[in-house]
């Protein structure tokens, strides 16, 4: 999973993709965290993309490096109600503490279960890594 998350901090901007009924839905996200050796993403339960992961929580997230490689994660996500999850989500990323604390009763974090990331590139073949 290492690869994985210095993909991530290398290219911080990621699309997480949803489905709401037969209808795909995709936003940006930035923040993420390791935590207990699994990737966690987070969001706010009033939020549309909250409701579709726990409606079905099969996510795809692809991200674009710099470099003109991408990487496509396709997982199942899995609601953490610890406070201790959603204190490290703060910690690694203080950019967000001005919208969220670990007890508003708004802020979820969702660590990313059987996990498949595969890494492309024009120049190489595909690179699949599990987690």
């Known amino acids: 999973m290492k690869n994985v998350i210095d993909y ?3 290219n911080p901007a990621m699309y997480v993709a ?4 037969n209808q ?8 993420k965290a390791e935590f207990e050796n699994k ?3 987070c969001t706010n339960n009033q939020k549309n993309v909250y ?4 409606d079905n929580s099969k996510v795809e997230i692809c991200v674009s490096g710099k470099d003109g490689t991408w990487m496509r994660l396709e997982a199942k996500a899995v609601s953490d109600n610890r406070r201790e ?3 490290q ?3 690694e990323n203080p950019e967000i503490k001005s919208m969220y604390n670990p007890d508003d009763g708004l802020f979820e974090v969702l660590y990313l279960e059987d996990a498949t990331a595969t890494f492309y590139s024009f120049a190489s073949a595909p ?5």
């Open 85 to 87: 999850a959603r204190v």
């Open 24 to 31: 795909p839905r995709v936003r940006p996200f930035t923040a």
């Open 39 to 41: 990737l966690y993403i």
């Open 127 to 131: 690179t699949v890594v599990h987690f």
């Open 51 to 54: 409701k579709q992961l726990m």
């Open 18 to 21: 949803t489905c709401e009924g």
């Open 89 to 91: 989500m703060l910690v």
């Open 8 to 10: 991530l901090n290398e």
